[in-house]
């Protein structure tokens, strides 16, 4: 059995599909022996309604998707290098390039049965501006395999084009190098107060991030907490109807046993007395003879 082409493929099903999709070849693995391949499946997360959006938009939309990961390459060196120049550029692309392609992955979804929320419409937009910072996402992402909203990349909105000071200006002729080195000067350490101010800031949004992270961890334990509890209610309701057609059943057996008993006691009485009378018959007639 093929790992990656069974992958593709559940990951292309709706989320309302993909766990029973997923037992069927668990099954069918295990029926074979392949133990580890049963297991691989069986590991496959069912993604969530916005990361199979944003799986859908990468896999139906290839050469879009190959731009916006190219351009994420584009701004993860800038914020590197703190080059306010490319910056500029590919900052100016980033939020306008993300919403129009949130929105064409809703369309997808809606095309393909799957209607989606302002909410999840949200989530996709934050799938697809963590893949701007975070080459894990952007890989899984690339590949249609994301399976839920990855936590923002908080630190990669805070180094923007006006945080990055200018770069010296062109050598000046001789009579201004003096001027030239005071500015010099000047400028680097407004590069290095500004690369303070972005350490803090990062560390900051490192400790939000953090926050978050653990904020979404226990919403998500919730949430596997009330599907839990969910399915236990669906299914002790079923035993409950099951238990109550059961004792339906048993007491219309009794009722029919009841009126069998009856009706018995009553043809043992009738032949009890028609038994005393035959002696009664009998007995005057032995007085006769």
């Known amino acids: 059995m093929d790992i990656e082409r069974i992958a593709d493929e559940l990951y292309r099903l709706r989320p309302s599909e ?16 392949a133990t580890a391949t049963a297991k691989a499946i069986a590991a496959m997360r069912r993604p969530t309604l916005a990361a199979w959006a944003a799986n859908l938009l990468a896999r139906e939309r290839h050469e879009e998707a190959a731009r916006f990961l190219a351009l994420g390459e584009t701004l993860r060196e800038a914020h590197r290098t703190l080059d306010a120049r490319q910056l500029r550029a ?7 390039l993300v919403t129009t392609l949130a929105r064409k992955a809703a369309v997808l979804a809606r095309d393909a049965g ?20 975070r080459p894990d996402v952007a890989a899984q992402w690339a590949k249609g395999r994301l399976v839920t909203v990855p936590d ?17 200006a062109p ?43 653990e904020a979404q961890d226990a919403q998500r334990k919730s949430d596997e907490n009330a ?16 238990a109550q057609r059961a004792r339906a059943e048993t007491a219309a057996v009794a009722e029919e046993a009841g009126a ?30």
């Open 114 to 133: 799957q209607p989606v929320s302002d909410t999840v419409l949200h989530e996709v937009e934050q799938i697809l501006q963590t893949a701007l910072a």
């Open 171 to 213: 050598a000046e002729p001789a009579p201004h190098r003096k001027m030239q080195k005071h500015d010099e000067q000047r400028n680097r350490h407004e590069l290095e107060r500004a690369r303070g101010q972005v350490q803090d800031a990062a560390d900051e949004a490192h400790r939000r991030e953090r926050e978050l992270g």
């Open 18 to 33: 993909f766990v029973a999709a997923r037992d069927t070849y668990v099954a069918e693995a295990r029926e074979a022996k």
């Open 227 to 242: 599907q839990r509890a969910a399915e236990r209610v669906r299914r002790l309701e079923h035993e409950l109807r099951e």
């Open 260 to 289: 069998a008993v009856t009706t018995a006691r009553r043809t043992l009485r009738d032949a009890r007395q028609a038994a005393e009378a035959a002696s009664r018959t009998l007995a005057h007639l032995e007085q006769q003879e």
């Open 152 to 168: 923002a990349a908080v630190d990669f909105d805070i180094i923007t084009p006006a945080a990055v000071p200018s770069r010296p």
């Open 90 to 96: 590919a900052s100016g692309q980033r939020h306008k």
